[in-house]
């Protein structure tokens, strides 16, 4: 019976040594490490230099050096992808989930179940159509009506200087991905353009994906139909510069006096070097450079403050006419 109580003492002593020795090996007072907040961030994919600039934006200002720990997750343009990579962020029960949709239905349910698991939702760039607004905490992104609108009221201008505006206008419109909020509104705005010209005709539109291959696909089997074109309407950059090789290819000319119209959305650094050049004749801006805004809104969620629920990107536009070496010298993308 001793030797058992002996021994039972034995290693009460052996444990509280070690206890103390390790509490004194923590002698120096660790500074507990810097919470970091966890982000869950699914991006539509890298289709385009737009996209390929908005996840630079998000990766370098959702940093840990800037106080968070990014789980990042590229859909590859397949929305359930992302439903797949919200849910696998609501099983690591990440601190936000940031989304851009790559349409603007079907998110009701993911988002119900980010809700239930009391996970903030901020959706960044397109929009979505939800039944319940509060499934979603706050939005940045772009006004693409007024994007679509710009181009348009630029066309209008252009066409009124060279005394056209009522001679029949042929327009090729080159869509991005069909139900993106970027694809509907800057659609909408040349439908509504067409409404107000009667002598303006759109006489296709190709689904271009906002991908560079696809759009030269379809541009390219278009102009073997032998149609003239006035106009191409394209709803990104990408898709124009495939646009652009399927007229060099049909040996049609384009850009400058005569030729094609080219009005084309991002205004990406090699846009505006086509525009320069006189082949792309108006670049409407998309800002992707969300990745600041984004990082400011959840720093203001983890300090309990309520953040707009919208916030639009500030743009503009260069033309052909207009744009400089020192104004593309100038851009961030
Ligand atoms: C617009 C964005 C679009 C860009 C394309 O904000 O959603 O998707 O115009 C990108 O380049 O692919
Ligand atoms: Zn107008």
């Given at each position: 019976?001793?030797?058992?109580?002996?021994?039972?003492?034995?290693?009460?002593?052996?444990?509280?040594?070690?206890?103390?020795?390790?509490?004194?090996?923590?002698?120096?007072?660790?500074?507990?490490?810097?919470r970091l907040i966890?982000?869950?961030?699914?991006?539509?994919?890298?289709?385009?230099?737009?996209?390929?600039?908005?996840?630079?934006?998000?990766?370098?200002?959702?940093?840990e050096a800037n106080g968070f720990e990014l789980i990042f997750d590229n859909a590859k343009q397949r929305q359930e992808n992302q439903l797949l990579a919200i849910r696998n962020f609501i099983q690591q029960d990440v601190d936000f989930i940031v989304l851009a949709p790559i349409a603007e239905s079907g998110w009701d349910d993911v988002l119900q179940e980010a809700a239930?698991?009391?996970?903030?939702?901020?959706?960044?760039?397109?929009?979505?159509?939800?039944?319940?607004?509060?499934?979603?905490?706050?939005?940045?992104g772009s006004d693409f009506l007024q994007e679509g609108r710009t181009a348009v009221h630029w066309l209008e201008e252009c066409l009124r200087e060279q005394g056209r505006e009522d001679e029949p206008l042929r327009i090729l419109h080159i869509q991005g991905t069909d139900g993106a909020t970027a694809q509907i509104m800057r659609s909408r705005a040349l439908d509504e353009a067409v409404e107000v010209h009667p002598s303006w005709e759109i006489v296709a539109k190709l689904p271009g994906e906002y991908t560079e291959a696809k759009s030269y696909e379809l541009v390219r089997d278009f102009l073997q139909r032998g149609e003239q074109i006035d106009v191409v309407y394209s709803e990104n950059d990408?898709?124009?510069?495939?646009?652009?090789?399927?007229?060099?290819?049909?040996?049609?000319?384009?850009?400058?006096?005569?030729?094609?119209?080219i009005l084309s959305f991002d205004a990406v650094r090699d846009a505006l070097r086509f525009c320069l050049e006189g082949k792309i004749n108006l670049c409407v801006e998309c800002n992707p450079l969300h990745g600041p805004r984004v990082a400011s809104l959840i720093r203001q969620l983890d300090a309990g403050e309520q953040?707009?629920?919208?916030?639009?990107?500030?743009?503009?536009?260069?033309?052909s006419n207009t744009i400089t070496e020192e104004m593309i010298e100038a851009r961030d993308y």
């Amino acid at each position: 019976m001793r030797t058992i109580k002996s021994a039972v003492t034995g290693l009460m002593i052996l444990a509280l040594s070690v206890l103390f020795l390790s509490a004194c090996g923590q002698r120096k007072t660790t500074i507990p490490e810097e919470r970091l907040i966890r982000v869950g961030f699914s991006q539509v994919g890298s289709e385009s230099d737009w996209r390929m600039a908005n996840t630079a934006s998000m990766t370098a200002a959702l940093s840990e050096a800037n106080g968070f720990e990014l789980i990042f997750d590229n859909a590859k343009q397949r929305q359930e992808n992302q439903l797949l990579a919200i849910r696998n962020f609501i099983q690591q029960d990440v601190d936000f989930i940031v989304l851009a949709p790559i349409a603007e239905s079907g998110w009701d349910d993911v988002l119900q179940e980010a809700a239930a698991a009391g996970i903030p939702v901020i959706i960044v760039d397109r929009q979505i159509d939800v039944e319940d607004k509060n499934l979603y905490t706050s939005w940045v992104g772009s006004d693409f009506l007024q994007e679509g609108r710009t181009a348009v009221h630029w066309l209008e201008e252009c066409l009124r200087e060279q005394g056209r505006e009522d001679e029949p206008l042929r327009i090729l419109h080159i869509q991005g991905t069909d139900g993106a909020t970027a694809q509907i509104m800057r659609s909408r705005a040349l439908d509504e353009a067409v409404e107000v010209h009667p002598s303006w005709e759109i006489v296709a539109k190709l689904p271009g994906e906002y991908t560079e291959a696809k759009s030269y696909e379809l541009v390219r089997d278009f102009l073997q139909r032998g149609e003239q074109i006035d106009v191409v309407y394209s709803e990104n950059d990408n898709m124009s510069f495939g646009a652009i090789r399927a007229l060099e290819e049909a040996g049609i000319p384009y850009g400058g006096e005569g030729g094609v119209m080219i009005l084309s959305f991002d205004a990406v650094r090699d846009a505006l070097r086509f525009c320069l050049e006189g082949k792309i004749n108006l670049c409407v801006e998309c800002n992707p450079l969300h990745g600041p805004r984004v990082a400011s809104l959840i720093r203001q969620l983890d300090a309990g403050e309520q953040p707009a629920k919208e916030t639009y990107v500030d743009e503009t536009f260069f033309s052909s006419n207009t744009i400089t070496e020192e104004m593309i010298e100038a851009r961030d993308y």
